[in-house]
């Protein structure tokens, strides 16, 4: 209770001769090893992620066993066959053990032969026919259909997609737009319209494709040796030299691969300081000790002139930037070369490609063209709203502001812009072309939105903060980091090139949409109720997405929802409205014209966005505080909308991350206010060590799953027992879990 008091939830609903509430296998059990290695083997480096992860940027995503075993969970009783159970996740082995004999190798340098898991990674199973009876059968006579499952803030849709595998009803919500948009391509479309969406979607892309090139394919010099292709250019952002007037090509180091290559600088000294002509040319070097040291570190810049080398303070770069005056300079192109190869018989066999390095040329630098070409087609596309006008505004993500990044388009270089502005002008004819031969079918309205995809995959990959990433020899999207991280040096993608570029983002999403539908759709077709792989019937189960406030959730009746399975907003780990801007700004140009109800706000809901935000409190005392506790406010108005949508005897499950005790205070807090009581909890290490946003760093590996019972029942009657009184129990009961928990792995902050 609020007051201190614990209650015990069955003794008090019996009191008040309300239906004892059935236990949950949550409640009861769950198996966090197991779950925990699956879920890092779900993300793990080197093999492909899960088709809704790769279809769209979304922060934080839980892992879809980890989502699956939620909602399961949450609705089998707590005597459900756990052997069933592991089944229809896609455990069909013991992942632990596998994991212990790998580290054990691993620790005497040894080499694991064989396969290391006895079966492929659970996510990928999809329910047979045995396991869907399970289902149904747990339910007395109930069909899984008739079972509902909610998640108010469902962002990029992990626990609504799988409780549609697991063929139960389910309500997807989110404040922002661009979640509610990634709902319906990762769920929606895949369920309603199967294989007719990659056939409809291909030849969409192929017309998007045959058109672009007419539009960009000039700006985009070709190698000079043929048997080669560009496929990234690196550029470092550049300032004068307030002592010399020198030109500074701004990069925090000059590596380029793990092997040493990297870039020497040869800076021109012209006339010396303050004469013209004083910039720096490039020369690929094999060896880190003939490298130039980096020009900025800490927000300063150093000239590399040797007749100045004096530290640039980090206010004059930025004054330089706001007024304008950052420039950039190519000192990279990558490179593939073709090496032809030959069978033992002579004949030609598959062609290796060969990654390369070399200093740019003159004629690489076509800025002036490019220039040309953006001052004409801006005004026009400005006029049709084919390119963002918005403000980039003061946010607590930001970290560009300063350097000059006014409007949100600024995020991109000339060329760029160039490029994701003629994408939006052909997207615009293809689909007036497709109108012109009458209304649009609902599948083609969904090629559509994949094709928006498309062209976010591209910005994402296509901006000025992306990098390359150098031990992998790479570049490094847009969001590697959860904030507008500006970069010294940025790389870019050659969209042009066949297999790169628009090819690859178009392809990505073409095979993200095959695999989504092998995932959600048994019978593999977009017609209901044929044949699954299993040769049962497969029926529709129905999906409802929305897009409001998680607290007025005014389309659901009143205790009509049997579990709640929700992955609540980070407190303030993550800003998803500000970072979202970046793909909103575009999609209202594209999926907007298909989708209009979902683009209707000039940016996305910053004030009803349930996250701790001091950029919502900016100018008052104590912003930090302020944003938790509104944090806290939201998080038990949704709370309490779950309570009023719940069924009596229903569930609501938690799955929230951080390391910080102020976010859990606050989301515990909430729940208190929201009259909620927490009936189970369990640690599930779902966190990938070598995700950037914990690496190094005292974060949170588990993901927490905390099972929730509504108390407001309980109010009336029910003993009260005192602390005093429950503190032996519950110390008691922390060291035996304590115990269990670290043999399952879990540890540190977890």
Not at 502 to 513: E, R, S, V
Not at 569 to 591: C, G, H, I, Q
Not at 634 to 639: E, L, N, S, T, Y
């Amino acid at each position: 209770r609020a007051d201190g008091l614990a209650v015990s939830p069955d003794r008090s609903q019996a009191d008040l001769g309300l239906p004892v509430p059935d236990t949950r296998l949550i409640e009861r059990w769950l198996p966090i090893a197991a779950l925990g290695v699956e879920s890092i083997r779900e993300r793990t480096p080197m093999t492909p992620f899960p088709a809704p992860n790769r279809l769209h940027v979304w922060w934080a995503r839980r892992p879809l066993v980890a989502s699956r075993a939620a909602v399961l969970a949450s609705i089998l009783p707590a005597d459900a066959d756990r052997d069933k159970f592991m089944h229809a996740l896609g455990i069909h082995g013991d992942p632990a053990a596998s994991r212990r004999r790998i580290d054990a190798a691993r620790r005497k340098g040894e080499r694991f032969d064989g396969a290391a898991y006895s079966y492929p990674r659970a996510f990928g199973h999809v329910p047979t026919t045995l396991d869907r009876k399970f289902i149904a059968d747990a339910l007395d006579g109930r069909s899984p259909a008739s079972v509902t499952v909610l998640d108010p803030t469902a962002g990029g849709g992990s626990i609504p997609f799988e409780t549609a595998r697991l063929g139960y009803s389910a309500l997807a919500n989110d404040l922002n737009p661009v979640a509610a948009l990634i709902e319906k391509a990762t769920i929606e479309y895949p369920l309603k319209h199967g294989m007719a969406l990659v056939q409809e979607f291909q030849k969409l892309a192929k017309q998007f494709v045959d058109r672009r090139e007419e539009f960009l394919e000039s700006y985009f010099p070709p190698e000079p040796d043929p048997n080669s292709i560009p496929t990234n250019f690196l550029w470092a952002r550049t300032i004068r030299c307030p002592y010399c007037d020198g030109l500074v090509p701004l990069s925090p180091n000059w590596r380029l691969a793990p092997d040493g290559t990297g870039v020497r600088l040869r800076p021109n000294l012209s006339e010396g300081p303050g004469s013209a002509g004083r910039l720096c040319s490039f020369e690929i070097v094999r060896e880190v000790k003939h490298q130039s040291a980096g020009t900025g570190a800490d927000g300063d810049g150093t000239c590399p002139f040797s007749d100045c080398g004096r530290v640039i303070d980090g206010d004059e770069i930025k004054k330089q930037a706001q007024a304008g005056q950052m420039g950039e300079q190519l000192f990279t192109v990558v490179f593939k070369r073709r090496i032809e190869t030959r069978t033992k018989s002579g004949k030609r066999g598959r062609d290796k490609w060969e990654r390369g390095y070399r200093a740019p040329r003159p004629e690489d630098d076509n800025s002036a063209a490019v220039a040309a070409r953006l001052a004409e087609k801006l005004p026009e596309w400005e006029a049709l709203d084919f390119v963002p006008t918005e403000i980039y505004g003061k946010m607590y993500s930001d970290r560009s502001k300063v350097y000059g990044v006014d409007y949100w388009r600024d995020l991109f270089s000339p060329r760029q812009l160039l490029g994701h502005g003629t994408g939006v002008e052909v997207f615009h004819e293809l689909l007036a072309a497709e109108r012109a031969n009458g209304d649009l079918s609902e599948v083609t309205k969904a090629a559509f939105v994949y094709l928006s995809i498309s062209l976010d995959k591209l910005r994402d990959y296509n901006s000025r903060m992306c990098r390359w990433h150098v031990n992998r020899e790479v570049m490094v999207n847009t969001f590697d980091r959860h904030d507008f991280s500006f970069k010294w040096s940025y790389a870019e993608m050659a969209p042009l090139i066949a297999g790169l570029g628009y090819d690859w983002a178009i392809g990505q999403t073409a095979k993200c949409i095959k695999e989504l539908v092998d995932l959600v759709r048994p019978d593999g077709s977009g017609a209901p109720d044929l044949l699954s792989a299993q040769g049962a019937p497969f029926t529709l189960p129905p999906i409802t997405i929305t897009c409001k406030p998680g607290d007025r959730l005014d389309h659901i009746n009143d205790g009509s929802v049997d579990v709640v399975v929700m992955d609540p907003p980070y407190y303030d780990n993550v800003m998803y409205a500000e970072l979202s801007d970046f793909f909103y700004v575009w999609l209202k140009r594209t999926a907007g014209h298909v989708l209009p109800e979902l683009f209707t706000r000039q940016l996305t809901d910053k004030d009803n966005e349930a996250v701790a935000n001091p950029a919502k409190f900016a100018g008052q005392k104590g912003a930090k505080a302020l944003a938790g506790r509104d944090y806290q406010e939201r998080m038990a108005r949704i709370f309490e909308e779950c309570g009023r949508v719940l069924k009596l005897d229903g569930i609501m499950t938690l799955m929230f991350t951080h390391k910080a005790t102020g976010a859990w205070d606050a989301l515990t807090k909430g729940l208190i206010e929201a009259r909620f009581a927490i009936t189970a909890s369990w640690p599930i290490n779902t966190e990938a060590e070598g995700s950037l946003h914990i690496k190094d760093k005292s974060a949170a590996n588990s993901t927490i799953f905390l099972v929730c019972r509504p108390r407001a029942t309980m109010a009336a009657g029910g003993s009260a027992d005192y602390w005093e009184d429950v503190e032996p129990l519950v110390a008691r009961a922390v060291r035996a879990r304590v115990e269990a928990f670290q043999q399952a792995g879990i540890g540190g902050v977890d």
